[in-house]
Structures are given as structure tokens and as C-alpha cells.
């Protein structure tokens, strides 16, 4: 699924009008069209209506949804937070199609607060107050507005996107309406996928207004990993294929009392479709290993009797490389100076693939040059907001404030596949490509859950997907395991092993959905 910025989205109207000779009328009929037909699918028909309307094109979609509405035979109520001069253009077209009945002019502060019998008997309350063009922080009888709407006890209906939310961030500009349904134009807005912003959107659907799909393709914008996108990208196994087509991966990681995320990586590779797996740990883990793998081969390499990788094991680990579809590196490291050193000492000089995780991000972070002086062509790397502020030289908050410009920014300069995980983890590519991953829960936010990422995402790549497919499926793959858990055991208590134990679970319920035709 497509997702643009709301400032894109004018473009593409501007572009559909001007080029196209598309009339803005015809688009804002459609637009106000296709929320009428939603109102009235969610919520039945013949109810009491309040619409509270800008003096933007926001404001002229609620204008086309009273006129229709009104005349399926609805009570309509229009509020409009401005003087009728102030309303202009198309908009300014359908207020003058109105009955002049069903419109109240509330333009003052308490103006609307008057009114509120008429929100308490509503049965539907739309949000047709600001749309996809606010740029700075609602105030006055906006905010008001917004406060009035939240408050009725009515589903609440947003137009084109909550009242409140930026278009291009999902950032709450002061306050917010907090809508049950949100129907979108053309193509989705990030503020609608992105968290806060997602979250006020409620079910989000996005309806056809008559831009042409060439159009929206030709867009900037970002892919949403939903099942549609992710289904896409799955490949279905031959009835012939055997282990040795669907790759050896090598996985190094492990410290002492961090054997744990070790086996977590390996394991997940396994129930990604791993053909062979081999972790290679430092020698004195290894009989602790041997327990914890079982499909997985272990690989004991020099320690120094520490228990830690130190810089012995380069050798070792270089010769086990050679033949391997990909090596991961990272989970349970440790931080001590001699692994971070061989870390360092690998990731330049490994040919091939690599995904890079956890402590091997916190050694990377240290001295990024290893990444501009590298042999692989392919690296994949997988922070959370605190290893990506530490790879970048920035604070967290800067991270959070713009996580896909920072991401794309990173993986443009260090020509890297970067995994920038959280709520709506980024994906980016080095030639700038960007996909928000739809899946997962808050019931995955515990200990190892990234450490099954890296075995999926590693997995993947090993069977020969591209990175940047490997990246997409592999985070989508890894969050639908999640949710299907959290839809048989709630959000509480989720573990990381039960992740990993349900991913054949997550491919299997893709690969039906392919199968079938559905998303």
C-alpha cells in the first residue's frame, strides 16, 4: 500500500487537475461520495449526523457528505468554525449546494459549545475540521472543536485524517480527534501510519476519488508492509527443494550469560526456513550451546578460557564464512574491547552478506568507517532507537522525531540496509527505498524478541532473497508471529521463544492468503 505525505498529496491533485483535466469538483464529490458510502456501511443509515466542518477542502468534503447523507434521509446537523466569506473555491460551491437549514455558523470561541445537545444526540459525529495541510499547533475554536468531538459519545468519523495529526510524521500538533473510522484519499497519509497518529485513526481505509493509479504510482512515498505487500514478496517452496537450496547461515554471537540470545538467533533462523544453521560461540559456551541447539550446529571457536570472543576467533570464523550464504553477527556479544575489535575486523573484511545486530552494532557504532571500508556488498543492519542514535551521533530524541528521515538518511551514507526497529519499524535501502511494517503488538516489547529478528531477517537472506525483500518480509513476517500469539495469549507475557515458536505459524498464514488472493 502506498503512503504519502499530505503535502504530496496535494501535488498529486494539483497534478490531476492541471494535467489531467480532472476538475477539483469531480474529486471532491468522489471524495465526499465514498465517506458517505463508508458512514452508512459502519453505521447503518437514518441516524442523527454532526458534521463539523473548516473552511478548507476538508471542510468541502463534509459539505458533499451532508448533501448526500441529508438526502438518504438523515437528520444533518453542519457546524462550520468560520464566516461563510471565508470559505472559498470548491468548497465554497458545496456550501452553497446546502440546505441553509442544517448549517450553523460557529465561528467564535463557545460559539459550538453551545450546541452540545446536539452532539449528545448524535449518532455519528465526522471530523471534517483541518485535513492533511496543518502545519502548526491547533489553537482557538479549533482546539475547541476537537475537545467537543472527543467528548460525544458517538463514533466519531474523520475525513481524509484526524483533525490534529501532522500528515507527514503522525505527530499530535497541541490536541487531536481521536476517530473510530479514518477513510483516506487515493493513497495513505504517513500520519495515518505512523504512531501517534495511527493510533487516532482507528480503522483506516482508503477509497478511490479518481486520481489515476499511474499517477499515485509516480509518487514519492513509502511502501506499507501490510499482508497484500508481504504476500507478495513470499515464495512458495518446490515440492523438489531440499536443504541445501535454501541456505547455510552463519550466526556469531553468544557471551557468557548471553548464551541465550545466541540460541534465540539460531533457533529463529531454523523456524525461518533455514536450510543448515551454524552459531559459532566462544569454546567455553559450547557445551551450553550444544544444549540449547538442536537443529542448529554449534561452532566452538578460541576464548582464552574468558568466554568471550576475542581476537583468536577471527581465523576460525573466517574459514567457517567461506561457503555461507550469510553471516550474522551480534546477538549477546558482551562490549568487551577485544570483541568489539574483532567485530570491527569482520565487518571489513567479510565478503560475504551480513546483518548486524545488537552488540555488533554497539562495536560498529564506535568506529562507523568499518562499514565505508568494507568487502561485502550487501550489509543489513538492525538497531533499536538507542543503537541507531549511537550509530548516527545523534540523541534518541532526534531518532524519534524523524525516525524515517534519520534511517534513510544513515543507510544512504553508509550504503547499508538499515531495520530501524519500534512501533512501525522503518525499513530503508541504500538507493533510498523506505516500507513501514504494519505487524507486531506491544506484547512484543521484551528481551530476545530482536534476536529472532535477526535469525528471520538472516534466514531470508540466506534463501536468496533479495536484502531489501529479506528486510520487508522477514520484519512483517516477525511481527504477524507476534500477533498471532498475542491473539491466542494476549499482550501480556509474550516471550520471545513464543515468537520464534510460531513463525512457521506467521509463513504459513501468509502463504495461505497468497494463495488464496486475499490480504
Same mark, same amino acid.
Given at each position: 500500500?502506498?503512503?504519502?505525505?499530505?503535502?504530496?498529496?496535494?501535488?498529486?491533485?494539483?497534478?490531476?487537475?492541471?494535467?489531467?483535466?480532472?476538475?477539483?469538483?469531480?474529486?471532491?464529490?468522489? *471524495?465526499?461520495?465514498?465517506?458517505?458510502?463508508?458512514?452508512?456501511?459502519?453505521?447503518?443509515?437514518?441516524?442523527?449526523?454532526?458534521?463539523?466542518?473548516?473552511?478548507?477542502?476538508?471542510?468541502?468534503?463534509?459539505?458533499?457528505?451532508?448533501?448526500?447523507?441529508?438526502?438518504? =434521509?438523515?437528520?444533518?446537523?453542519?457546524?462550520?468554525? @468560520?464566516?461563510?466569506?471565508?470559505?472559498?473555491?470548491?468548497? *465554497?460551491?458545496? +456550501?452553497?449546494?446546502?440546505?441553509?437549514?442544517?448549517?450553523?455558523? @460557529?465561528?467564535?470561541?463557545?460559539?459550538?459549545?453551545?450546541?452540545?445537545?446536539?452532539?449528545?444526540?448524535?449518532?455519528?459525529?465526522?471530523?471534517?475540521?483541518?485535513?492533511?495541510?496543518?502545519? %502548526?499547533?491547533?489553537?482557538?475554536?479549533?482546539?475547541?472543536?476537537?475537545?467537543?468531538?472527543?467528548?460525544?459519545?458517538?463514533?466519531?468519523?474523520?475525513?481524509?485524517?484526524?483533525?490534529?495529526?501532522?500528515?507527514?510524521?503522525?505527530?499530535?500538533?497541541?490536541?487531536?480527534?481521536?476517530?473510530?473510522?479514518?477513510? /483516506?484519499?487515493?493513497?495513505?497519509?504517513?500520519?495515518?501510519?505512523?504512531?501517534?497518529?495511527?493510533?487516532?485513526?482507528?480503522?483506516?481505509?482508503?477509497?478511490?476519488?479518481?486520481?489515476?493509479?499511474?499517477? #499515485?504510482?509516480?509518487?514519492?512515498?513509502?511502501?506499507?508492509?501490510? !499482508?497484500?505487500?508481504?504476500?507478495? +514478496?513470499?515464495?512458495?517452496?518446490?515440492?523438489? /527443494? !531440499?536443504?541445501?537450496?535454501?541456505? !547455510? @547461515?552463519? #550466526?556469531?554471537?553468544?557471551?557468557? =550469560?548471553?548464551?541465550?540470545?545466541?540460541?534465540?538467533?539460531?533457533?529463529?533462523?531454523?523456524?525461518?526456513?533455514? =536450510?543448515?544453521?551454524?552459531?559459532?560461540?566462544?569454546?567455553?559456551? $559450547?557445551?551450553?550451546?550444544?544444549?540449547?541447539? /538442536?537443529?542448529?550446529? %554449534?561452532?566452538?571457536?578460541?576464548?582464552?578460557?574468558?568466554?568471550?570472543?576475542?581476537?583468536?576467533?577471527?581465523?576460525?570464523?573466517? /574459514?567457517?564464512?567461506?561457503?555461507?550464504?550469510? +553471516?550474522?553477527?551480534?546477538?549477546? &556479544?558482551?562490549?568487551?574491547?577485544?570483541?568489539?575489535?574483532?567485530?570491527?575486523?569482520?565487518?571489513?573484511?567479510?565478503?560475504?552478506?551480513?546483518?548486524?545486530?545488537?552488540?555488533?552494532?554497539?562495536?560498529?557504532? *564506535?568506529?562507523?568507517?568499518?562499514?565505508?571500508?568494507?568487502?561485502? %556488498?550487501?550489509?543489513?543492519?538492525?538497531?533499536?532507537? =538507542?543503537?541507531?542514535?549511537?550509530?548516527?551521533?545523534?540523541?534518541?530524541?532526534?531518532?524519534?522525531?524523524?525516525?524515517?528521515?534519520?534511517?534513510?538518511?544513515?543507510?544512504?551514507?553508509?550504503?547499508?540496509? &538499515?531495520? &530501524?526497529?519500534?512501533?512501525?519499524? #522503518?525499513?530503508?535501502?541504500?538507493?533510498?527505498?523506505?516500507?513501514? $511494517?504494519?505487524?507486531?503488538?506491544?506484547?512484543?516489547?521484551?528481551?530476545?524478541?530482536?534476536?529472532?529478528?535477526?535469525?528471520?531477517?538472516?534466514?531470508?537472506?540466506?534463501?536468496?532473497?533479495?536484502?531489501?525483500?529479506?528486510?520487508?518480509?522477514?520484519?512483517?513476517?516477525?511481527?504477524?508471529?507476534?500477533?498471532?500469539?498475542?491473539?491466542?495469549?494476549?499482550?501480556?507475557?509474550?516471550? *520471545?521463544?513464543?515468537?520464534?515458536?510460531? &513463525?512457521?505459524?506467521?509463513?504459513?498464514?501468509?502463504?495461505?492468503?497468497?494463495?488464496?488472493?486475499?490480504?
Amino acid at each position: 500500500m502506498k503512503v504519502v505525505t499530505g503535502e504530496t498529496m496535494q501535488q498529486l491533485d494539483r497534478r490531476t487537475i492541471d494535467e489531467l483535466g480532472i476538475p477539483g469538483l469531480t474529486l471532491m464529490e468522489n *471524495a465526499g461520495r465514498c465517506c458517505a458510502e463508508a458512514i452508512t456501511a459502519a453505521y447503518g443509515g437514518n441516524k442523527k449526523l454532526v458534521i463539523v466542518a473548516g473552511k478548507g477542502n476538508n471542510g468541502g468534503d463534509g459539505f458533499v457528505i451532508a448533501r448526500l447523507l441529508s438526502g438518504q =434521509g438523515w437528520q444533518v446537523r453542519v457546524f462550520i468554525l @468560520c464566516s461563510p466569506e471565508e470559505i472559498t473555491g470548491d468548497a *465554497a460551491v458545496n +456550501l452553497q449546494r446546502l440546505d441553509e437549514t442544517m448549517v450553523t455558523i @460557529c465561528p467564535r470561541s463557545g460559539d459550538l459549545a453551545r450546541h452540545g445537545s446536539a452532539f449528545a444526540g448524535a449518532g455519528v459525529v465526522v471530523d471534517a475540521i483541518l485535513g492533511t495541510g496543518l502545519k %502548526s499547533e491547533v489553537r482557538g475554536v479549533y482546539a475547541e472543536a476537537i475537545d467537543l468531538v472527543n467528548s460525544a459519545s458517538a463514533p466519531v468519523f474523520a475525513v481524509d485524517i484526524p483533525s490534529g495529526v501532522d500528515s507527514a510524521s503522525g505527530k499530535i500538533l497541541g490536541k487531536a480527534v481521536r476517530a473510530d473510522m479514518t477513510v /483516506t484519499f487515493a493513497a495513505a497519509k504517513l500520519g495515518c501510519i505512523l504512531y501517534p497518529g495511527a493510533e487516532l485513526c482507528g480503522k483506516l481505509k482508503v477509497v478511490d476519488i479518481g486520481i489515476p493509479e499511474q499517477v #499515485i504510482a509516480d509518487a514519492p512515498g513509502c511502501e506499507f508492509m501490510d !499482508h497484500a505487500a508481504a504476500h507478495k +514478496l513470499l515464495r512458495p517452496r518446490g515440492r523438489q /527443494t !531440499h536443504k541445501g537450496q535454501c541456505g !547455510h @547461515c552463519l #550466526i556469531v554471537a553468544g557471551s557468557s =550469560g548471553k548464551t541465550g540470545a545466541a540460541a534465540m538467533a539460531a533457533n529463529s533462523a531454523v523456524r525461518a526456513g533455514a =536450510g543448515l544453521v551454524t552459531v559459532a560461540v566462544p569454546a567455553m559456551l $559450547n557445551p551450553t550451546m550444544e544444549i540449547k541447539t /538442536t537443529e542448529a550446529m %554449534s561452532l566452538p571457536v578460541p576464548d582464552g578460557g574468558t568466554g568471550f570472543f576475542c581476537g583468536d576467533a577471527f581465523k576460525g570464523i573466517m /574459514t567457517a564464512a567461506a561457503g555461507k550464504g550469510v +553471516l550474522a553477527i551480534g546477538p549477546g &556479544l558482551s562490549l568487551e574491547p577485544e570483541t568489539a575489535d574483532l567485530v570491527r575486523k569482520i565487518v571489513s573484511q567479510a565478503a560475504l552478506p551480513l546483518v548486524v545486530d545488537a552488540d555488533g552494532l554497539n562495536a560498529v557504532a *564506535a568506529q562507523p568507517e568499518a562499514l565505508q571500508a568494507r568487502k561485502s %556488498s550487501v550489509v543489513i543492519l538492525t538497531p533499536h532507537p =538507542g543503537e541507531m542514535a549511537r550509530l548516527a551521533g545523534i540523541t534518541v530524541a532526534d531518532v524519534e522525531g524523524d525516525r524515517i528521515g534519520v534511517a534513510k538518511s544513515f543507510s544512504s551514507r553508509y550504503k547499508v540496509f &538499515l531495520i &530501524l526497529k519500534g512501533a512501525r519499524t #522503518i525499513i530503508a535501502s541504500p538507493d533510498g527505498e523506505i516500507a513501514i $511494517n504494519g505487524s507486531g503488538n506491544p506484547g512484543m516489547a521484551s528481551g530476545g524478541m530482536g534476536d529472532v529478528l535477526t535469525g528471520v531477517v538472516t534466514a531470508l537472506v540466506g534463501q536468496g532473497y533479495p536484502p531489501f525483500f529479506a528486510c520487508c518480509l522477514g520484519t512483517f513476517i516477525h511481527g504477524l508471529s507476534g500477533d498471532l500469539v498475542a491473539a491466542e495469549k494476549g499482550e501480556i507475557g509474550i516471550s *520471545a521463544v513464543d515468537v520464534q515458536e510460531s &513463525l512457521p505459524y506467521a509463513f504459513k498464514t501468509l502463504l495461505s492468503n497468497a494463495m488464496n488472493g486475499s490480504s
